[in-house]
């Protein structure tokens, strides 16, 4: 029993923290907003047609298919201050701990 709590304990120890994971375009999410990798994380690009600026941020209305965590549709209003630059022009979005919860929305730059 005691081997096996050491051994346990080992691996805690050994795990590290975990790591965001990167975008289809390359760039990397921030770790505070990404769990997982991009085959399962929840994190990750998410239709144009799924957001609509409005006063003060975005609507975020999320099908199933639109995001690999969105089992139901989902509306979101987003404000523009909570809003992170995307790097490649796309909408991004990190949904965590639950499809219900946006954790970390990306955003590309607004024309002028």
């Known amino acids: ?13 050994l795990a590290g923290p975990a790591l965001s994971h990167d975008a289809p375009s390359g760039w ?10 991009s085959h ?9 047609t799924a957001v609509r600026i409005i006063d003060g941020g975005y609507q975020v209305t999320l099908l199933p298919g639109d995001h690999r965590l969105a089992t139901r549709r989902h509306v979101f209003h987003l404000p523009q201050s909570t809003a992170r630059r995307s790097q490649d022009g796309e909408y991004h979005l990190c949904l965590y ?14 024309g002028f």
């Open 97 to 110: 701990p639950t499809e219900d919860t946006p954790r970390c929305f990306y955003a590309p730059d607004m």
């Open 1 to 13: 029993m005691r081997v096996l709590c050491l051994v346990s304990f080992a691996s805690f120890l």
């Open 28 to 37: 990397q999410y921030e770790q505070f907003c990404c769990n997982g990798n």
């Open 40 to 48: 399962n994380g929840d994190c990750q690009m998410i239709p144009a």
